[in-house]
């Protein structure tokens, strides 16, 4: 209904939805850690990118919005390879990534000027890289890449990253 609402007084021609919101914990080995949290987790990451892009394309649809449309879906390299001690972080985002690319298979094919994108920001300087690096390394094994990256001052900047996937769009 929200982006019915945003959209049905929206008066320019090109729409842009941006969603970056994922969970990270709980971190540690599948079997593990919390069930009740991981199953949260999982279907946190795996389920809310996809019915919530759902609903921007149908918004877009049904109050007939007639110009250009960005859905842009924040991504990870964790979505690319296994990282130990992440499977629910993983999953999600592999879930999110194919998504992403079935649903804009159908967009191009629509030809609408409407795109449906997955970006991977880097490694930036949030809170969860706190939590990240409060982790121990026998629950997540690549602890101490994150710990370097810090300290290097190598995490990139919010700001920088957020100017970085605008210009995506």
């Known amino acids: 209904a929200h982006f019915h609402v945003r959209l049905a007084d929206f008066d320019g021609d090109h729409a842009v939805f941006v969603h970056a919101a994922a969970a990270v914990t709980p971190i540690g080995f599948s079997g593990e850690v919390d069930h009740v949290r991981y199953r949260t987790t999982v279907l946190l990451n795996a389920a809310a990118p996809p019915v919530l892009g759902d609903a921007f394309l149908n918004a877009l649809d049904a109050t007939g ?80 890449r994150f710990h370097r990256l810090h300290e290097q001052g190598a995490l990139l900047d919010p700001r920088d990253s957020a100017t970085r996937i605008w210009q995506v769009v």
């Open 65 to 144: 919005f007639d110009g250009t449309a960005d859905l842009v879906l924040l991504s990870s390299g964790a979505a690319q390879r296994p990282v130990e001690g992440w499977s629910a972080y993983c999953a999600g985002k592999a879930a999110q990534d194919m998504w992403v690319r079935t649903v804009g298979a159908e967009q191009a094919r629509r030809n609408r000027g409407r795109r449906v994108l997955s970006v991977a920001p880097g490694v930036v300087a949030t809170s969860m890289q706190e939590q990240i690096r409060a982790t121990d390394k026998r629950d997540f094994p690549d602890v101490d």
